[in-house]
Nanobody, 114 residues
Framework: VQLVESGGGLVQPGGSLRLSCAAS????????MSWYRQAPGKQRELVAG???????KYADSVKGRFTISRDNAKNMVYLQMNSLKPEDTAVYYC?????????WGQGTQVTVSS
């Protein structure tokens, strides 16, 4: 089982990034997929989640700026991040869960700074 995140980096405030997560080794369409983040000295927090059918939910702090999506045919989940703020700086993790299993990736660093 693997969840491999990519797309992180350094971006200026107001900029955009698109994170990708490639899943393998499990039946992707059977899993609820999420993005979490963890900033230095803070607890990991849920950013956004998406059901197999495409229903989404977001943390209040990112509503209207971030969009989560998934492609069940490609076993991919994405996080489009717009209007980035310094407080969005964190390691972002891809997460997959169903009633039996819970998987997560190694994370990708997002730094928002001028």
């Amino acid at each position: 089982v693997q969840l491999v995140e990519s797309g992180g980096g350094l971006v200026q405030p107001g900029g955009s990034l698109r994170l990708s997560c490639a899943a393998s080794g499990f039946t992707f369409s059977n899993y609820y997929m999420s993005w979490y983040r963890q900033a230095p000295g803070k607890q990991r927090e849920l950013v956004a989640g998406v059901t197999s059918g495409g229903s989404t939910k977001y943390a209040d702090s990112v509503k209207g700026r971030f969009t989560i999506s998934r492609d069940n045919a490609k076993n991919m989940v994405y996080l489009q991040m717009n209007s980035l703020k310094p407080e969005d700086t964190a390691v972002y993790y891809c997460d997959g869960v169903n009633v039996r299993n819970h998987y997560w990736g190694q994370g990708t660093q997002v730094t928002v700074s001028s």
